[in-house]
């Protein structure tokens, strides 16, 4: 059984920056593939980023790809989401999930994982 429990999310201003985090517990981080997706209010969930257990592969969307970035530690067992340059279309409640599944590359679908934090929301004013 693995839990996850997130921080970090709050307001920013246009162009700033946040790091969220996703403390994972139950198993290692490097034995889970993560994501984080966010939805947005009157909107689908979206994928936004995710990292392979290996740390081999990450993908980003295109809307967050070069402002984005995951990272690990490893000792901590969090993943974190460094979000830079944002925007008020990155404004929406952010989730972090986990697989089990040990893959080379990283999966977009979030029928694909199976555990889920509680989400964090953040803001972005204009």
């Known amino acids: 059984q693995v839990q996850l429990v997130e921080s970090g999310g709050g307001l920013v201003q246009t162009g700033g920056s946040l790091r969220l985090s996703c403390a994972a517990s139950?198993?290692?981080?490097?034995?889970?593939?993560m994501g984080w997706f966010r939805q947005a209010p009157g909107k689908e969930r979206e994928f936004a980023g995710g990292v392979t257990a290996s740390g081999s592969s990450t993908e980003y969307a295109d809307s967050v790809k070069g402002r984005f970035t995951i990272s690990r530690d490893n000792a901590k067992n969090t993943v974190y989401l460094q979000m830079n340059s944002l925007k008020p279309e990155d404004t929406a409640v952010y989730y972090c999930?986990?697989?089990?599944?040990?893959?080379?590359?990283?999966?977009?679908?979030?029928?694909?994982?199976?555990?889920w934090g509680q989400g964090t929301q953040v803001t972005v004013s204009s």
């Open positions: 139950g198993r290692p981080v490097s034995r889970l593939a």
């Open positions: 999930a986990a697989s089990r599944t040990f893959t080379l590359a990283v999966t977009t679908n979030s029928g694909m994982y199976e555990y």
